[in-house]
């Protein structure tokens, strides 16, 4: 469950969120809206990486004001350019960074690995330098990273901005088929979220409406026509 | 050239990374520090070998990381023997040469999750003076892992001003590589706090 009461986002002393209240128990969240509308500024307040300037925002009642780290655990979070999510330089050792600290065995570390990588068709290239793999190897190797750590929430801000069709149909199909947990889907391409639970438009810095993807998509269009 | 952990069962994949570490400071410096005349650079040639031998890699593997470091040889020596006696030029080289050898084959045998406990083990002490040993550990394994985006920024750079009608050099390249790479290093900064690592 994500909430956010009265939340407001302001750079400097430019509003990025104004006055933005909802309440999403939606397991499949879309979010569209023009650029620089606010869609990343939300999107990156639900794991910490903004802080609202007024009001609070909670994931699954834990108020990310109060103990980012808690929230951050319990959110994975997806960039657009999957380059700049690679820690470590083989595709195994970055997923298998995701786990550190967690106290597992070098055995019980391996395996969950060995079946993560599995699960996204990495397996082959378990020991290839990450950075050599292509944009759609390299975000499903992003949401590998993400997914092992178990986050009861993904965000994932234009995901596929820089994949071809066939990587982002990829990469869709896992948000929004395959991934059990909560998901949260910034993007441009429409297509993408039609058959999201529900959709938010932003406007300008402020929340112009959540709703039924096609009546949203509908509005959005006309929005700009 | 850059290099990455190939996995193996050979004996220098089982010794711990502390060990090999320490072992390739004290060969390194040996080097650096003997490694003059032939006899000494000969012997140094012949423990290279013996290394990715030991690594299990064999002659091809040998052969295959000196095509490797083709450009880094011209680099060095044609310069060299254009300004400098050549049994310098040759000497500078082959000591170069054989020190990026022997590091290739360490982090060819080492995994960068036992390297990186490593370093963080012999920085314990700093804590002392504040600084987190976790921190400088994970520093320097991005620095190794973000190697081949550094050098993919230098080439679309160097595109960009070709496609410009620019020719590309060294000060016409370094100057946007550094404001790609700091642009870059917020995004890294996030990227790190999104995957639980407070910076
Ligand atoms: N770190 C920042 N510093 C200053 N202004 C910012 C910052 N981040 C966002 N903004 C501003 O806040 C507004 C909302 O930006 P945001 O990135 O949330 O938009 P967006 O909907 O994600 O746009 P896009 O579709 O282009 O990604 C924009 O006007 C932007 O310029
Ligand atoms: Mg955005």
Redesign the interface.
């Known amino acids: 469950m994500i909430l956010l009461n009265s939340v407001s986002v302001t750079f400097e002393n430019k509003v990025a969120l104004s006055g933005v209240s909802v309440q999403l128990p939606q397991q499949r969240i879309g979010v569209i809206g023009l650029n620089g509308s606010g869609k990343s500024t939300f999107a990156r307040l639900l794991n910490g990486l903004v802080k609202p300037t007024s009001g609070t925002v909670a994931v699954n009642a834990i108020n990310l004001s109060i103990d980012a780290r808690a929230a951050r655990a319990q959110v994975g979070f997806i960039f657009s350019n999957p380059d700049l999510q690679i820690i470590m330089p083989t595709v195994a050792e970055d997923v298998a960074f995701s786990l550190r600290g967690k106290g597992l065995s070098a055995a019980e570390l391996d395996s969950q690995v060995a079946e993560a990588l599995e699960r996204f068709g990495l397996t082959e290239l378990a020991n290839e330098a990450a950075h050599s793999l292509s944009s759609g190897q390299k975000q499903m190797l992003a949401l590998c990273a993400v997914t092992i750590a178990q986050p009861a929430l993904i965000v994932a801000d234009e995901p596929t901005a820089l994949l071809d069709a066939a990587n982002s149909a990829q990469v869709q199909n896992f948000l929004l088929n395959e991934w059990q947990g909560q998901v949260v889907l910034v993007t441009h391409d429409l297509g993408l979220v039609e058959t999201c639970d529900v959709l938010l438009r932003f406007e300008a810095g402020k929340l112009a409406e959540v709703g039924e993807p096609a009546t949203v998509i509908a509005n959005y269009k006309k929005s700009f026509a | 050239m850059?290099t990455?952990?190939?996995?193996g069962n050979s004996w220098l994949h089982g010794i711990p990374a502390g060990r090999k570490l320490l072992a390739l400071t004290l060969l390194l410096l040996a080097i650096s520090i003997w490694g003059r005349g032939a006899i000494a650079l000969g012997a140094g040639a012949v423990l290279c070998q013996l290394a990715f031998l030991a690594a299990g890699f064999g002659i091809a593997g040998f052969a295959r990381q000196i095509w490797a470091m083709r450009w880094l040889l011209l680099v060095m020596l044609v310069p060299g023997l254009i300004f400098l006696p050549w049994q310098t030029a040759i000497t500078n080289t082959a000591r170069l040469v054989e020190c990026v050898l022997l590091a290739s084959v360490f982090s060819f045998t080492t995994?960068?999750?036992d390297l990186l406990k490593t370093i963080e083990r012999a920085a314990t002490p700093l804590r002392r003076v504040g600084v987190n040993p976790a921190s400088i550990g994970?520093v320097l394994?991005?620095t190794?892992?973000?190697i081949?985006?550094i050098l993919?920024f230098a080439g679309n750079v160097r595109e960009a001003q070709m496609a410009r009608g620019v020719q590309p050099n060294i000060v016409r390249t370094t100057v946007p590589l550094l404001v790609a790479s700091l642009k870059?290093s917020d995004?890294?900064a996030?990227?790190?706090?999104?995957?639980?690592?407070?910076v």
């Open positions: 850059i990455v952990y190939k996995a995994k960068t999750a994970l394994t991005m190794i892992s973000s081949p985006l993919k870059h995004d890294f996030e990227a790190l706090m999104a995957r639980g690592v407070e």
